[in-house]
Nanobody, 115 residues
């Protein structure tokens, strides 16, 4: 099993920044993809960004140039630096790990951006 613990969400004003963290524990494979997804009220969950164990990244068009995903393989931790936040970034942000033995989700951390 894999456990994911997210932190770093909160309430900020438009234009400000937040940094999310997600620490993974348990049966973590050396090869995996870690990422962040988000779900706003009344909308489907959507990809925000992913990063492979080799460091390759992928971003949703809506966050390119504003968000940066990174990871510390030694700590099995993934980060999401979110700059120039907009009200439309308001959502519950979920950490995700994909590896050969399964796909795992965190409980989510709320990000609210006021205008």
């Amino acid at each position: 099993q894999v456990q994911l613990v997210e932190s770093g969400g909160g309430l900020v004003q438009a234009g400000e920044s937040l940094r999310l963290s997600c620490a993974a524990s348990g049966s973590i494979a050396s090869l995996n993809t870690m990422g962040w997804y988000r779900q706003a009220p009344g909308k489907q969950r959507e990809l925000v960004a992913t990063i492979t164990s080799g460091g390759s990244t992928n971003y949703a068009d809506s966050v390119k140039g504003r968000f940066t995903i990174s990871r510390d393989n030694a700590k099995n931790t993934v980060y999401l630096q979110m700059n120039t936040l907009k009200p439309e970034d308001t959502a519950l942000y979920y950490c995700n790990v994909r590896q050969r033995i399964g796909v795992y989700w965190g409980q989510g951390t709320q990000v609210t951006v006021s205008s």
